[in-house]
């Protein structure tokens, strides 16, 4: 039979933190969900990054298919540049274009749904929604209007330098002095979007709702050690606020389903402790993969001085020369020495091989690119803790993990580190430690994010799941009637499910692909996400 599906995303939701609320007595509806329903953990992308994972569960499909493998992209003239991702680069449909022509599907804050499609139902863009242009951050795209009109003080992605006097961009710098207005923020924004989930519901018929919550991802990078303290003890009350408001939510929303209907919790990737920040290219470069510029400072250094001044930073670089012109500039701008390295850091946990023929000043021949990549893993797996353990969890070729005809510029390493060790990864400075502790991330992501569902078709019970979040797409689409896309990669969760299950197959995927054609931001637009991403602690390059 065909369902009403409800899904709420908890971007970041996490069992190690939400088993401590639970012990607290903090979540107690979200608690009840797990018990009358089932629980199990949702195994992410790899990498565990945001835009990659939310990409994999409005499609179905792995990295390799969709083409979204990092926050952002190769720029096409210069492989060392990146810019930011939309949904314009993925490369099979999504949840929006098998529901185009259905009135039924409202999406509020999915990440990576920017720009709008123009689909039957209702849609505000999540995560990745330039500010400067809110004209398709809905659809339709008066929507925003609408519900300030209705009193729903809506808000995408939270500015959280606005709140007060913060460095634009030092966000992880500057919460330490405003925790208690981030925290208030966070929890006013998540307010107004089950404020909104309200409105729709008794305004508008609907057969599958998706609603994203970013400030758990938020606080978990921020307040980490209040949340979850090393020595087991209570998470700060001023934390606990924030769950037990977003629980008391939760029991509205659940209250608010017919008992047909299914509800669906779940998480893009999980989180852990973060002891710090992994300096990658200069680990690449004391292992002599990566290569100094020579001259200390590079020959542009003076310029690129004088151009700051000026206020043209290196995105602006690209308004007022041509692209081409600007990223050769930019190249020769760098600190590291393109056609000297061999490897490099292109994304969250994903190294490259600096290959000819497809990098832009590619160095390494595709006869040795097996064995470098093999030597960089087992470099990489010799990275020992104090005790001697191995420090690095998985290091895996992207081509073992990756299938599909997604372009992108997938790493050709992709690694994780221990979840009881776990250091962020950055690029880094080069010329300093490998090893840097002294980070504003108290939490970062790990891969087992959180699945739980409730009411309707599910069957109670079911415990230890493991599911991918390939699998969320198919098992929407399965209790909501429909048949499950082909090209997707997860199945439906069957064991999650209750009753008979006659699951169709839809072989003929590729009439909904839209004519999608890459559509890149804006200058301007990308220079507000890019400042974002570094606020968020995302981008530490220059
Ligand atoms: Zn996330």
């Excluded at 999650?496 to 995927?509: F, H, K, M, S, T």
Aim: net charge negative; glycine share 10%.
């Amino acid at each position: 039979m065909a369902r009403r599906v409800f899904m709420l995303g908890l971007d970041g939701g996490s069992w190690n933190v939400l088993d401590h609320l639970f012990s607290q007595g903090v979540m107690p509806n979200l608690a009840r969900l797990c018990r009358e329903g089932v629980r199990g953990v949702l195994e992410s992308t790899t990498p565990p990054v945001t835009p990659v994972a939310w990409t994999s569960l409005m499609t179905g499909a792995n990295p390799g298919k969709h083409g979204i493998f990092a926050f952002r992209k190769a720029h096409p003239d210069n492989s060392y540049l990146a810019m930011p991702v939309n949904r314009m680069d993925m490369k099979v449909p999504t949840i929006f274009d098998y529901y185009r022509t259905d009135p039924g599907l409202i999406s509020l804050n999915l990440p990576m749904s920017f720009p709008a499609t123009e689909i039957a139902g209702l849609m505000v863009t999540g995560m990745m929604t330039p500010q400067a242009d809110s004209a398709q951050a809905s659809h339709p795209s008066d929507l925003l209007d609408r519900m300030a009109q209705a009193g729903v003080d809506y808000v995408i992605d939270p500015k959280l330098e606005e709140t007060r006097d913060i460095e634009p961009g030092d966000i992880f710098g500057g919460w330490k002095e405003a925790p208690d207005e981030i925290l208030a923020r966070l929890g006013r924004i998540t307010a107004a979007r089950m404020q909104a989930v309200r409105y729709f519901q008794e305004h508008h018929p609907w057969k599958v709702f998706v609603c994203v919550v970013v400030g758990t991802d938020r606080i978990q990078h921020m307040f980490w050690d209040e949340l979850l303290p090393e020595n087991g003890g209570p998470t700060s009350d001023r934390v606990k606020r924030y769950y037990a408001e977003l629980d008391a939510e939760i029991g509205t929303l659940m209250e608010s389903l017919d008992p047909e209907d299914a509800l669906l919790v779940v998480s893009d990737h999980g989180f852990v402790k973060t002891h710090g920040s992994f300096q990658t290219n200069e680990w690449l470069r004391q292992q002599g993969w990566l290569k100094r510029r020579e001259v200390g400072r590079s020959p542009l250094y003076p310029l690129k001085i004088f151009l700051n001044k000026l206020g043209i930073t290196r995105e602006k670089l690209g308004v007022i020369l041509s692209s081409a012109q600007s990223s050769k500039l930019q190249m020769k701008a760098s600190h590291i020495d393109w056609a000297g390295s061999e490897a490099f850091l292109c994304g969250p946990f994903a190294i490259r091989i600096n290959l000819k023929g497809r990098e832009t000043l590619g160095r390494v021949d595709p006869g040795e690119f097996d064995a470098l990549t093999d030597r960089i893993i087992a470099a990489l797996l010799d990275i020992k803790d104090a005790d001697g353990v191995p420090m690095i969890a998985e290091a895996v070729k992207g081509a073992d993990i990756y299938h599909g005809e997604g372009e992108g510029q997938p790493g050709d390493i992709v690694f994780t580190f221990r979840d009881d060790l776990n250091y962020t990864v950055y690029a880094g400075e080069l010329g300093g430690d490998i090893f840097d502790h002294d980070i504003s991330k108290q939490g970062d992501h790990r891969v087992d994010g959180i699945f739980a569902a409730w009411g309707g078709g599910i069957a109670p019970g079911a415990r230890d799941l493991r599911l991918s979040i390939c699998d969320i797409l198919p098992t929407m689409m399965h209790l909501n009637g429909r048949p499950v896309p082909a090209v997707c990669d997860g199945r439906v969760a069957l064991e999650a499910l209750d009753g008979p299950q006659d699951i169709r197959v839809e072989d003929d995927w590729r009439q909904y692909l839209g004519d999608a054609k890459a559509v890149n931001y804006s200058q301007s637009q990308e220079d507000e996400i890019n400042a974002r991403l570094r606020a968020l602690g995302y981008l530490d390059d220059d």
